[in-house]
């Protein structure tokens, strides 16, 4: 079942155990996120208030081995407002230790839980998205290491290669794997489904929430629209990122190489943050100067209604992998959430700024990537 679920999510990349030479440490601060502002700022060093005025309180949310969500839920019912009033700007790793830019209603000091702490910095009136968000910085700590000088080498040799921008394991729930199938179950209106992929394994508030509902004698419909919209949203975006993942992959596979033997792609084009900002096609023979410059990014169509509109090279490959899952480009039109149009992702990443630190056999690295990559395909190259 759960190499089933690799399939489905396009994560049976992972499991080439053939050349494993380390191995991810297994606590919370072995592996740690902070997140990094359009401005610069990093999320672990901001910690001085500077005052002003505005109806909500920016800060930075501090958690240790719990998910964004519950994290944000904690905080939520700790001080009375509603989860939804909570600005944020991406879903952090829950096995880690992270650190991110958020926003409360309100004015706020210092507030710290059990493995939870917001620390307040000033005070504005437009809440906090991903729009603000440049990347995220980590620190990875890999163990009982019998190949250090190797592992040093293949990950100075990654920084000068763009890397395949797979959606990693936390995408998809970590443990369960399994947030893209029930994002499919909505898709195609199988709520029933959709229910029992939700509660299978799960104990949580949100699964209690379900089955009060269904105790209530609500529709298996209306009990899954009782969940915050976020969590829905969620939903539907793993499932995307399963298409994606699975397109790329094939891509790579039928190219040997993130860019076409042929034709044009889409791109798009590096803004003044070295950000891929706005999207054109170009031909394959000018795409491979261009994006060892990094002046653009090969960019992919993520599944939704404005597919229908694309055409050509990752674009098709989605659509394929649609009908093969029995959905269409029209069942985006009207879900739990609205309309669905889907977004342009890109498909390769760099890793910046790149450096380590030894101590006995570990070795730890550090490094900045854009917003939306993620550190587990890093290390997936890396260490598999």
């Not at 910690?47 to 005025?53: A, D, F, K, M, Q």
């Not at 519950?70 to 952090?92: H, P, S």
């Not at 394991?169 to 029930?182: C, E, K, M, P, V």
């Not at 975006?237 to 889409?266: C, D, M």
Request: hydrophobic fraction near 40%.
């Amino acid at each position: 079942m759960m190499h089933q679920r690799l399939v489905s999510a396009g994560l049976d990349f992972r499991l080439n155990q053939d050349r494993c030479i380390g191995i991810l440490g297994n606590k919370p601060e072995d592996f740690q996120v902070s997140e990094l502002h359009l401005s610069g700022l990093d999320a672990r060093f901001s910690n001085i208030y500077t005052g002003g005025s505005g109806i909500l309180t920016l800060g930075v949310l501090y958690k240790k081995g719990l998910s964004t969500f519950n994290a944000i839920k904690k905080l939520a019912i700790a001080l009375g407002i509603r989860v939804e009033d909570i600005g944020y700007g991406g879903l952090k790793d829950a096995k880690a230790l992270t650190w991110q830019f958020i926003t409360l209603p309100g004015k706020i000091g210092s507030v710290e839980l059990d493995n939870t702490k917001f620390f307040p910095l000033s005070h504005r009136n437009s809440s906090y998205s991903s729009k603000e968000v440049w990347g995220n910085s980590f620190q990875v700590c890999i163990k009982n290491m019998d190949e250090r000088e190797r592992v040093l080498k293949e990950f100075y040799r990654l920084t000068k290669t763009p890397l395949p921008a797979f959606y990693g394991a936390q995408r998809f729930g970590a443990n369960s794997l399994d947030t893209h199938l029930i994002g499919l179950c909505l898709l195609k209106q199988e709520y029933e489904e959709a229910i029992k992929t939700i509660l299978h394994g799960r104990n949580g508030s949100y699964e209690k929430l379900i089955e009060k509902r269904l105790r209530e004698g609500r529709t298996e419909k209306d009990a899954i629209f009782s969940l915050p919209r976020r969590l829905i949203t969620l939903f539907v975006n793993a499932y995307q990122a399963s298409v994606f993942n699975r397109a790329l992959k094939t891509h790579i596979k039928e190219n040997g190489s993130l860019v076409a033997t042929h034709g044009i792609q889409y791109v798009g084009l590096v803004d003044r943050f070295g950000l891929p900002s706005k999207i054109a096609l170009l031909d394959t023979s000018k795409i491979q100067a261009a994006l060892s410059e990094k002046r653009v990014f090969i960019m992919c169509p993520l599944p939704g209604t404005r597919l229908a509109k694309l055409a050509g090279g990752l674009a098709d490959l989605e659509r394929v992998i649609l009908g093969d899952d029995g959905i269409s480009v029209k069942d985006f039109q009207r879900t739990l959430i609205g309309e669905v149009s889907g977004d342009f992702r890109q498909t390769c990443f760099w890793i910046e700024e790149a450096k380590h630190a030894l101590h006995n056999e570990e070795v730890t690295l550090r490094f900045k990537l854009q917003k939306g990559m993620y550190a587990s395909v890093v290390m997936q190259e890396l260490l598999v």
